[in-house]
């Protein structure tokens, strides 16, 4: 496929410049973003609203298709908790980034596809019952997999995994909030579109739009108190976050291609593989990290960027694709 050929290439050339001119600020392992408890709950509550958002979509007829059909389905499970975290840990030993935004990159790559993917991929001409079905699926497993997957390779990398043996992080409570902020709204959504479909309806017209309002509000939110260390980090993080993000992109793709799925299939993957859902991983920041400088910033940075990357991609893949 030409347009993955010229995308590795770009990301090569993107690498070397990286490499030769990218300099890590020194304290940024040291920064703290100001978030308090009352602002927690709030985040995480948005979460779970959007998260709501996709399950208005969905219905059981949708995963009945799409599992008739089920190599697109592991080929998404294998391109989002397998194949990019592993290609992320690469991507950090070439870099060598300061160890928080080493972290930062794989609690990123650890979170599900973004809700945003489904209105992506449908622009994109993708495959829309597969993308929120995958969204669903990936939101499920996510319970089980961020955490496991931020356990693995957080500490097969010793920069990174002095962090986590410092903060001792408590597996099963990350999994427990995981599960509240992501599983619960996915099940009155579902139960909401099975018994009241025409309220159903109604709200996702709304859902739709709002929960896009609601995700740029996230990451608002998280760093207006801290616009100051936002600003002076940000050059730290923006061509990490570039090369991180079409990694995410290429590995859709690629698991795509080997699996040799439709065309429709394999803009779906890519959407999916490279938007993440940064808002759940602000959410475990300042939970667990205490708004970890590195982290937070990187997170903060991919919510915004995914969006351009996102809407840039789709547009290609409608009109050239």
């Known amino acids: 496929m030409n347009?993955?050929?010229?995308?590795?290439?770009c990301l090569y050339i993107l690498l070397i410049v990286l490499l030769t001119s990218c300099e890590q600020p020194t304290n940024i392992d040291e920064v703290r973003l100001n978030?308090?408890?009352d602002n927690v709950i709030i985040l995480n509550l948005s979460l779970g609203f959007i998260m709501f958002g996709v399950a208005l979509q969905l219905r059981v007829s949708n995963f009945i298709q799409v599992f008739k059909f089920p190599k697109s389905v592991l080929a998404g499970f294998l391109s989002q908790f397998l194949a990019l975290p592993l290609f992320t840990f690469l991507l950090i030993l070439v870099l060598q980034p300061s160890p928080s935004i080493a972290l930062g990159m794989i609690l990123v790559a650890s979170c599900p596809g973004g809700n945003i993917s489904n209105f992506m991929t449908s622009f994109a001409k993708g495959n829309t019952a597969l993308s929120v079905c995958m969204t669903a699926i990936a939101s499920i497993l996510a319970v089980f997999m961020t955490p496991l997957n931020l356990s693995i390779w957080g500490n097969l990398y010793q920069p990174t995994?002095?962090?986590?043996?410092?903060?001792?992080?408590?597996?099963?409570?990350?999994?427990?909030?995981?599960?509240?902020?992501?599983?619960?709204?996915?099940?009155?959504?579902?139960?909401?579109?099975?018994?009241?479909?025409?309220?159903?309806?109604?709200?996702?017209?709304?859902?739709?739009?709002?929960?896009?309002?609601?995700?740029?509000?996230?990451?608002?939110?998280?760093?207006?108190a801290n616009f100051d260390l936002f600003t002076k980090y940000i050059g730290a993080v923006l061509f990490i976050v570039l090369a991180?993000?079409?990694?995410?992109?290429?590995?859709?793709?690629?698991?795509?291609?080997?699996?040799?799925?439709?065309?429709?299939?394999?803009?779906?993957?890519?959407i999916e593989t490279g938007i993440q859902n940064s808002g759940l991983g602000l959410g475990l920041i300042f939970t667990f990290?205490?708004?970890?400088?590195?982290?937070?910033?990187?997170?903060?940075?991919?919510?915004?960027?995914?969006?351009?990357?996102?809407?840039?991609?789709?547009?290609?893949?409608?009109?050239?694709?």
């Not at 909401?192 to 896009?212: C, E, H, T, W």
């Not at 990694?247 to 890519?270: R, W, Y």
């Not at 205490?290 to 995914?306: F, K, R, S, V």
């Open 35 to 37: 978030f308090s408890t």
């Open 3 to 9: 347009f993955v050929n010229l995308k590795t290439i």
């Open 161 to 224: 995994s002095e962090i986590i043996n410092e903060i001792s992080i408590d597996f099963f409570e990350m999994l427990e909030i995981i599960g509240v902020i992501l599983i619960l709204p996915l099940i009155i959504g579902m139960l909401l579109r099975n018994y009241l479909p025409k309220v159903a309806d109604g709200l996702n017209k709304f859902m739709q739009i709002g929960s896009l309002v609601i995700f740029v509000g996230i990451v608002y939110f998280a760093f207006s």
């Open 289 to 321: 990290f205490d708004g970890l400088g590195g982290m937070a910033i990187i997170a903060g940075w991919w919510g915004i960027w995914h969006i351009l990357s996102g809407l840039s991609i789709a547009y290609f893949f409608r009109k050239k694709w």
């Open 244 to 270: 991180h993000n079409s990694v995410g992109i290429l590995t859709g793709l690629l698991i795509a291609k080997l699996f040799k799925l439709p065309k429709e299939d394999k803009k779906t993957l890519a």
